[in-house]
């Protein structure tokens, strides 16, 4: 540890009250920051990372939050100063100026009542003192350093106007606006694409070496980190397990917490039969390697099984669009093809990966086959029934057979309802099974193939974690006995190792009850492990289509390429 550093964290330890008493959220961490650094925060979620960046910004709420002991000292280029001890007016003056934060979720953290462009102004008018010509001038000047197309729009567009990745890219202009000595990215491209995610960390490393920042990154992607940090540590129910440069930690992690975090990343350069989980590596496990998870079952062998039954799914020069600008009167005169000409085959047994970035037209595309939407045009024909010529009654019966599995399991559970309920519900409007209590048997066994406990049976959305929710997901839509189901970016916003435990879920119970699957999601390495084949998505189109391997090692599109080199690359 440097003399100078430019931030030391010593035995930092944070609890919070609770109904059951206090739980130690942190226990007594210690690191440093030098100038010029990456330092990588990496665990699962609820292992203590952000509450530790929250503390160093002094952010936590006081009560339930209480950090019990410890120091964190800034470098003040003149003196060091214990960030803890300072009053709440001192601290003003290092919050947003010396120290920024870029959070997780930039919708939440922008505010939707004032542009983009002013929210930024504000910060400069109070920090550095500029007239508010002068502001806007450099805020302009800050959206084109993060590369924000037309910057002069987006200085007058509302949050909710701009994508995703845009919004992350104000939020860092935000935390670059007063050259902080210190900048804490707090998860900022878990949601996002894997192309938009390679950007946002080039732009991070471009913006690094030019202002000489010190960055703390905070992820659950031990991939992230290996693409942007030069020294990492991993934390794991609130203690730092391990740490080292990022080199070393993944060529020889030492704690099998890591090793497991490192191993339940899908990989692209072996097939494996199922994802490794912490669980593997934990406890009595600590001998298992990743050779014990490869795949013995060839790519020609599958194939040749598919190839011998008919399609199960037949979708014909399929259009989706929606109307962009409306005449006086309300009547659409121009549209955007959210989907456009497409074609392809599913067959039983079968998991059909597809690929893109955000706004091709994936999920409009699953939602078109469902009927969720309507088609403007093209057939979707399922078991050689046009959907198409179905009236809304014969729809609904039909949607026993073919169901979604939504990307954000929160908002697709009713909050009011106990989650058994939510399971029971369709059960009970497609009248399976002959009463309630044969219903609320069936919902227990599915609660337990789905890994959760009977006493779910009876808690609400609010009171699970993400994954869990995902599971109750997956338990409703197996309620009603489907064939095929259609998996929607179903895993994006989980941990690598939740995520590894549902995908092994989803492939148990492909097998256990003969399902076909549509496996939509942005990251191609997850769906190089899911899928037999892929097809690539691009502008509403299909650019691409077939043998997953074929696919990943010989691309035939410089998109596909580039979706390919945007997965983060991880030292094995």
């Not at 920051?33 to 952010?59: H, P, Y």
């Not at 191993?263 to 669980?279: E, S, V």
């Not at 949607?399 to 599995?405: E, L």
């Not at 092994?504 to 899928?531: A, G």
């Amino acid at each position: 540890m440097s003399l100078n550093s430019l931030l030391k964290v010593e035995n930092l330890s944070v609890s919070f009250k609770t109904e059951a008493g206090l739980i130690e959220a942190v226990s007594d961490a210690s690191f440093h920051l030098e100038k010029g650094e990456t330092l990588g925060i990496v665990g699962e979620s609820g292992s203590g990372k952000s509450v530790t960046a929250l503390s160093i910004m002094k952010l936590l709420p006081v009560p339930p939050a209480k950090i019990s002991s410890g120091k964190i000292i800034f470098n003040d280029r003149k003196n060091e100063l214990d960030l803890l001890q300072l009053r709440e007016k001192e601290l003003q003056k290092f919050r947003g100026n010396r120290i920024a934060m870029i959070f997780q979720e930039p919708m939440t953290s922008l505010n939707p009542v004032y542009s983009c462009g002013k929210q930024i102004s504000e910060i400069l008018i109070i920090h550095k003192k500029l007239t508010s010509k002068e502001a806007k001038k450099r805020t302009i000047q800050l959206f084109k350093e993060v590369k924000l197309p037309r910057p002069e729009s987006i200085y007058d567009a509302y949050p909710h106007q701009i994508s995703g990745g845009q919004k992350q890219r104000v939020m860092i202009a935000m935390a670059i606006a007063c050259n902080p000595d210190i900048l804490i990215a707090d998860e900022p491209t878990t949601a996002l694409d894997v192309t938009v995610q390679k950007s946002i960390l080039e732009l991070l490393k471009s913006l690094q070496q030019k202002h000489e920042m010190g960055i703390i990154f905070i992820t659950h992607d031990l991939g992230v980190v290996a693409e942007i940090a030069d020294h990492a540590l991993v934390m794991y129910k609130g203690k730092i397990v391990e740490e080292g440069p990022v080199n070393k930690l993944f060529s020889e992690p030492k704690h099998p917490y890591t090793k497991g975090l490192i191993a339940c990343r899908p990989r692209t350069d072996i097939k494996l039969k199922r994802l490794p989980t912490i669980a593997d590596f934990m406890e009595d496990n600590e001998g298992q390697s990743i050779t014990d998870f490869i795949s013995k079952i060839s790519t020609q062998e599958k194939k040749e099984e598919l190839n011998s039954v008919k399609p199960v799914l037949s979708v014909g020069h399929l259009n989706t669009r929606f109307p962009i600008s409306s005449n006086l009167f309300g009547k659409p005169k121009s549209w955007v093809n959210a989907v456009d000409d497409v074609s392809f085959e599913v067959f039983p047994g079968e998991t059909l990966g597809l690929v893109g970035e955000s706004g091709c037209g994936k999920t409009t595309l699953g939602r078109s086959i469902l009927m969720l939407t309507k088609p403007a045009s093209g057939q979707v024909f399922y078991k050689e029934k046009n959907l198409n010529s179905f009236t809304p009654a014969q729809i609904r019966d039909f949607r026993q057979k073919m169901q979604i599995i939504f990307q954000d399991p929160y908002s697709s559970l009713n909050p009011r309802k106990m989650v058994g309920e939510a399971i029971l519900e369709p059960m009970k409007v497609h009248r399976l099974y002959k009463n309630d209590k044969e219903r609320k048997e069936n919902v227990m066994e599915l609660l337990k193939k789905t890994g959760l406990s009977p006493e779910y049976f009876y808690r609400y959305p609010h009171e699970l974690s993400g994954g869990q929710r995902q599971r109750i997901c997956i338990a409703r839509a197996l309620g009603l006995k489907p064939e095929f189901i259609i998996c929607d970016e179903s895993v994006s916003a989980l941990d690598v190792s939740v995520q590894a435990q549902i995908l092994n879920l989803l492939n148990d119970l492909k097998r256990e009850f003969n399902l076909t699957y549509i496996f939509i999601s942005h990251d191609l390495s997850v769906v190089k492990y899911m899928s037999d084949r892929m097809a690539v998505m691009k502008e509403g189109k299909i650019v691409e289509i077939g043998d997953t391997e074929n696919i990943y090692h010989h691309p035939q599109t410089n998109y596909t390429q580039n979706l390919i080199d945007a997965i983060p690359k991880v030292f094995f």
